[in-house]
């Protein structure tokens, strides 16, 4: 069973940092593409950004390039989104996501329709 669990959101000043985790299990993680989304109140689910662990592609949405940053670590099946200059637009609810096909999906990340696993969210708040 894929299983997705975000963690390490939380509240932070404006101008400030966080670093988010999505532990993953029940699939082999080179695999897959794992993506990261967000969703603020009233608002549709956007995209963030997302990785290929196979051959280690990143993406970013035009919004966050520059100031978050994907990564992961294949020993622990974990991938990290580190937030810096946080923003109080970017508060939102922080979705990991995860898909089998990276080969295709890598060129329509940014839809999260296509995604086939979702973690169950964490709130990031940033306050002005």
């Known amino acids: 069973e894929v299983q997705l669990v975000e963690s390490g959101g939380g509240l932070v000043q404006a101008g400030g940092s966080l670093r988010l985790s999505c532990a993953t299990s029940?699939?082999?993680?080179?695999?897959?593409?794992i993506g990261w989304f967000r969703q603020a109140p009233g608002k549709e689910r956007e995209n963030v950004s997302c990785?290929?662990?196979?051959?280690?592609?990143?993406y970013y949405s035009p919004d966050v390039r520059g100031r978050f940053t994907i990564s992961y670590d294949n020993a622990k099946d974990t991938v990290y989104l580190q937030m810096n200059r946080l923003q109080p637009e970017h508060t939102a609810i922080y979705y990991c996501?995860?898909?089998?096909?990276?080969?295709?999906?890598?060129?329509?990340?940014?839809?999260?329709?296509?995604?086939?696993?979702w973690g169950q969210g964490t709130q990031v708040t940033v306050s002005s």
């Open positions: 996501a995860a898909d089998p096909q990276p080969y295709l999906i890598r060129s329509s990340w940014y839809n999260s329709g296509l995604w086939d696993y």
């Open positions: 029940g699939f082999v993680f080179d695999d897959y593409a």
């Open positions: 990785i290929t662990p196979s051959d280690y592609n990143t």
